[in-house]
């Protein structure tokens, strides 16, 4: 993570988020993808020194010992960055001002799905994969004709990664 962040030290991936804010955002957003290409986390603050309990699901490897994230993964990109422009001088807005922005809105979409399944019991199966893309499209094609539950995908070399579904109840 550290050699693409030291490669790439200005960089925009979120910036297209702030709709008309665009060219006023190029420093927060520049400043919220380096510091989580640094740390793997998007908390701006004291909270980083704390000590990490959990694997940041976004570092996992994905083709066997290599890291293979794309360069511009920005974890404030799906997010409305507009509303955190919304002050007398919108160039003054901090990069902690758009990670406070996309906090409500993770949260309102957690809380919308939680309350879909409330209504709907087992109508989504959520199916957990990380690794590489076409080996992923195989494994689903092979799953439309074969159906559940055993599906598994012939690893290739030199990766040798096997693809399976497995159902997680909710």
Not at 26 to 37: G, N
Not at 61 to 67: H, I, P
Not at 134 to 158: D, H, K, M, N
Request: aromatic fraction near 10%; glycine fraction near 8%; hydrophobic fraction near 40%.
């Amino acid at each position: 993570m550290q050699k693409v962040r030291i490669e790439h030290e200005i960089a925009h991936p979120g910036s297209r988020s702030a709709g008309p804010y665009v060219l006023e955002s190029f420093l927060a957003t520049s400043e919220v993808f380096s510091h989580f290409w640094t740390t793997g986390a998007t908390f701006i603050g004291e909270e980083v020194a704390l000590p990490a309990t959990n694997v940041n699901p976004t570092s996992v490897y994905s083709l066997g010992a290599v890291f293979s994230v794309h360069l511009g993964t920005s974890p404030i990109a799906p997010f409305h960055l507009a509303p955190a422009f919304l002050r007398p001088k919108p160039d003054s807005t901090t990069a902690s001002d758009l990670v406070a922005c996309t906090n409500p809105q993770f949260r309102d979409w957690v809380t919308s799905f939680r309350t879909f399944l409330g209504r709907e019991p087992g109508r989504i199966i959520i199916r957990l994969f990380c690794g590489e893309a076409l080996r992923f499209c195989q494994a689903l094609a092979e799953y439309r004709v074969t159906g559940p539950p055993a599906v598994s995908v012939v690893p290739e070399e030199p990766h040798g990664v096997c693809t399976g579904f497995v159902t997680c109840p909710l």
